[in-house]
């Protein structure tokens, strides 16, 4: 076992880790019933926020509450393991071997090699850590042809949260559910299917109208490095500005939507809870190379307030010269060193359980299995990869 102390923090200040910008080299997407479609970009969507066609109407941008009875939910209890990407990656490698046997490219260039592969919200409790009191989870991982690969453990997200609903609700606050529609909502209201000047006058004022829906997902597969670790990083992004460019290196305009509540005027408390909440705004954000996070700002009935453009890259300059909640920095720091003690740890065959608890400033690595994969490698992939 290896287990990996948060404390003291200090551990983790000062120096310069070196990180490698996130760049996109697959993507897919997620249908409106939640059906996979490697490197297709049909579920893309073009940020164009409410209110914007309307000038003068900012004191009622919406209401997120609407449409919550005809909400079409994805059961997020299914444990898709890292099916998506896997199913991406062998697509994409696939069309590598094709060229190899045309002589194109080397057989061993095919197989593509990194140290980790994994979900954007894995790293994304890592990268928090440090900072974030409530921050617990399990993960499982594997090493397989040299790559550790990690995924949620979804049994155990799935009985703490059976155990969060048990707890009984008080008479005025706003259930659970609906605060998290308020999210898709806003998402609803603030982007568009197509290109916005493809859109017509009708889609865009209609959007208040559509059944939110959130089966359909595009993602964005990243290769990026922290420190000594390279990575390969999936995640859903909500919108991007503009469209995507043509040229594979450039930087995608991305939007990551969220909403918050309004903040009291000169309340240190409130601040403080909201840069907190910041912190994986911008974790989440760095991780897939993000540049803009569009903030909601709403009331405590769900009713839009303003939108809010914030600079992934300027947050963490921002918040410490305000409550300093967080270190950007030391938590890059921190990661560097943790994806460090993974390497050294999880090698050869068998399955390992990454753990923190709620509270305790430790996370531990244990062997749960001696042999094989586990469940987090599905068949199909490790077949292909047998035939390479
Ligand atoms: P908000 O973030 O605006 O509350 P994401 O922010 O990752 O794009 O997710 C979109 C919405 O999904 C969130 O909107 C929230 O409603 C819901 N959501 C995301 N992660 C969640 C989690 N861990 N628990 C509950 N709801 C979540
Ligand atoms: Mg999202
Ligand atoms: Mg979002």
Redesign the pocket.
Known sequence: MAAINLNPKDRFAGGQTSIRRPREFMYFSFDDKHELHPFSDESISYYYPPGLGTPGSQERLGNLNVGFETFIQRDDTIDEHLDGLLDTLQVYEEKLWEQSKAGSIKLEDVRVRTDVVTWRGMMTKILTALFDDFNEFEMNATSYQDTIFIEENKAAKVEHRNQDHSRPRRRDETP?EL??????K??ALSVLRKPWAEATREEIEDRNSTIVN?NAQFCSIVRTGIGQTSLIIAG?V?AVLGGRPDKADGIIPWV?????QELKPNDHKDLLKFERKMLRFWA?SFLLGVPTIAV?FRTPNGHLTRIQELQTQKLPQMVKNSTGAWDGNMCINFTAAFLEVLKATVKGPGVWLLKRRKGEPVIRITKIEDSGTGNILKPSFKAHRERL
């Open positions: 659970q605060m998290q529609y308020w999210g898709y806003f998402e959130n859903e909500d990551e939507l969220k909403t918050s989440q909601g």
